[in-house]
Structures are given as structure tokens and as C-alpha cells.
């Protein structure tokens, strides 16, 4: 899921609709997916039973590992891409996992209030200009139960001068001023300001476009 400045605007995952086939393995071979995501699920600490949103959930890879670590949590990936939707329900049934996903835009999600007790997301928020970054957060803010937690994963402060060097490619490629927060450490600012507490920054790995760092917070 992947938006600009206009809300009728959309733009995918990698750019361009052609690209999305390739969608897995350019993230696979350029994040450190795995140990991230992995990192990210030990974060959230799903518990049986709970209800699960992963925002921006692409082919659903970290939805499916939600599901397969925790099966009896209800998992819901959101995303704004049919395409890239039609290959997470295809993963998904050939995985066996039963997860929902829906075509949503992350400031206008087809949720009830406090539904979830969890919500995930990773390589997403860079995509959003400031507008739709707390547009996004106040909705996630209202789709989690009291106590929910937000867990995300996305670009953030380089931990060393090669990796803000490093970093030039991944603002150059999805633009300097949606990559600006992320990169300038101010996304738990934003957090903050759609109203959770307890804003925290957690793990962060180096990868080949700059440093990784994982966050969370939580609803009242």
C-alpha cells in the first residue's frame, strides 16, 4: 500500500504494477526480511486469541507468520492494491492459513472501533506525506481496543554515517519528503500525537537502504 498526496491517488508496492510479481523477492533480498519481521512478531507478542491487523500487508508474508506462530489469533491484512491482495489470498491457501484480507486505505480502514489488539506494520509509513501519516495513525488509534498495541517496522534514523549514505537510494526511489520523518527519527513524534502513550523505539538492522527500526506504543 503505497499513497501520496492525494487520497484518490494510489501508487504500488514497488512503484509500478508490472513489478508487483516481483514484490517478495526484492524485499527479501534487500530488507533482511526475515530477521525484521521476526523481530517485529517477537515485539507484538500476539497472544491466543487476540485480533490482528497488518496494515499495509502486502503479499502477506507477516500476516501468514502471525497466523503459523499464533493460529488460533484472528489475523486481517489491510492493504489499498488488489493485485498485490490476490497474491496474499493465493499464498495464503496454499500455506493453509486461514487470513482475511481486504482492499482498504489506511486513513479510511472498513473497521468498527476497538476491534483489534494488535496492529502491524512494516515498510509502509515512509510512503505517507505528514498529512496522511497522522490521518493514518488517529485510525489506527480508533480501530484498536484500549490497551491495543501498535507495532511497526519501517525506515528510520541511520545508526552511522554509511547508512545515511545508504539511505540516499530509498528517499531518492519513494521521494525525500515522505522519507524525511522516518529518516530524521521524528515517526514517534507522530505517534504521539494521534494520541498513544508509551512510544517507544525498539531493535534496528542495517541493511543495504540505510537502518531499520522497529516501534511501538500503545492505546490507553
Same mark, same amino acid.
Given at each position: /500500500?503505497?499513497?501520496?498526496?492525494?487520497?484518490?491517488?494510489?501508487?504500488?508496492?514497488?512503484?509500478?504494477?508490472?513489478?508487483? @510479481?516481483?514484490?517478495?523477492?526484492?524485499?527479501?533480498?534487500?530488507?533482511?526480511?526475515?530477521?525484521?519481521?521476526?523481530?517485529?512478531?517477537?515485539?507484538?507478542?500476539? &497472544?491466543?486469541?487476540? !485480533?490482528?491487523?497488518?496494515?499495509?500487508?502486502?503479499?502477506?508474508?507477516?500476516?501468514? +507468520?502471525?497466523?503459523?506462530?499464533? @493460529?488460533?489469533?484472528?489475523?486481517?491484512?489491510?492493504?489499498?492494491?488488489?493485485?498485490?491482495? $490476490?497474491?496474499?489470498?493465493?499464498?495464503?491457501?496454499?500455506? #493453509?492459513?486461514?487470513?482475511?484480507?481486504?482492499?482498504?486505505?489506511?486513513?479510511?480502514?472498513?473497521?468498527?472501533?476497538?476491534? *483489534?489488539?494488535?496492529?502491524?506494520?512494516?515498510?509502509? *509509513?515512509?510512503?505517507?506525506?505528514?498529512? %496522511?501519516?497522522?490521518?493514518?495513525?488517529?485510525?489506527?488509534?480508533?480501530?484498536?481496543? @484500549?490497551?491495543?498495541?501498535?507495532?511497526?517496522?519501517? +525506515? #528510520? !534514523?541511520?545508526?552511522?554515517?554509511? /547508512?545515511?549514505?545508504?539511505?540516499?537510494?530509498?528517499?531518492? =526511489?519513494? #521521494?525525500?519528503?515522505?522519507?524525511?520523518?522516518?529518516?530524521? #527519527?521524528?515517526?514517534? &513524534?507522530?505517534?504521539?500525537?494521534?494520541? *498513544?502513550?508509551?512510544?517507544?523505539?525498539?531493535?534496528? *538492522? %542495517?541493511?543495504?537502504?540505510?537502518? =531499520?527500526?522497529?516501534?511501538? $506504543?500503545?492505546? @490507553?
Amino acid at each position: /500500500m503505497k499513497t501520496n498526496h492525494s487520497a484518490s491517488t494510489y501508487v504500488p508496492a514497488l512503484g509500478y504494477h508490472w513489478l508487483t @510479481p516481483c514484490y517478495d523477492l526484492v524485499v527479501g533480498a534487500t530488507t533482511r526480511e526475515r530477521t525484521f519481521k521476526q523481530a517485529l512478531l517477537r515485539q507484538a507478542a500476539v &497472544e491466543s486469541g487476540h !485480533r490482528v491487523l497488518d496494515l499495509a500487508c502486502g503479499t502477506g508474508t507477516l500476516a501468514l +507468520w502471525i497466523k503459523q506462530t499464533v @493460529p488460533s489469533a484472528e489475523v486481517t491484512g489491510a492493504d489499498g492494491d488488489p493485485r498485490i491482495l $490476490a497474491l496474499a489470498r493465493e499464498k495464503s491457501a496454499r500455506a #493453509g492459513r486461514a487470513v482475511r484480507f481486504d482492499q482498504a486505505l489506511s486513513f479510511n480502514l472498513p473497521y468498527a472501533d476497538r476491534q *483489534f489488539d494488535r496492529v502491524v506494520s512494516s515498510l509502509f *509509513f515512509h510512503h505517507l506525506v505528514e498529512e %496522511d501519516k497522522l490521518r493514518t495513525l488517529r485510525e489506527l488509534f480508533r480501530v484498536l481496543k @484500549p490497551r491495543g498495541e501498535l507495532h511497526i517496522a519501517d +525506515w #528510520g !534514523r541511520p545508526t552511522n554515517p554509511i /547508512m545515511r549514505v545508504l539511505s540516499l537510494s530509498i528517499r531518492f =526511489l519513494d #521521494g525525500f519528503a515522505v522519507t524525511r520523518d522516518n529518516v530524521n #527519527g521524528r515517526l514517534p &513524534e507522530r505517534v504521539r500525537a494521534a494520541g *498513544f502513550v508509551d512510544v517507544r523505539e525498539g531493535e534496528s *538492522f %542495517d541493511t543495504i537502504f540505510g537502518t =531499520l527500526t522497529l516501534h511501538r $506504543a500503545r492505546k @490507553p
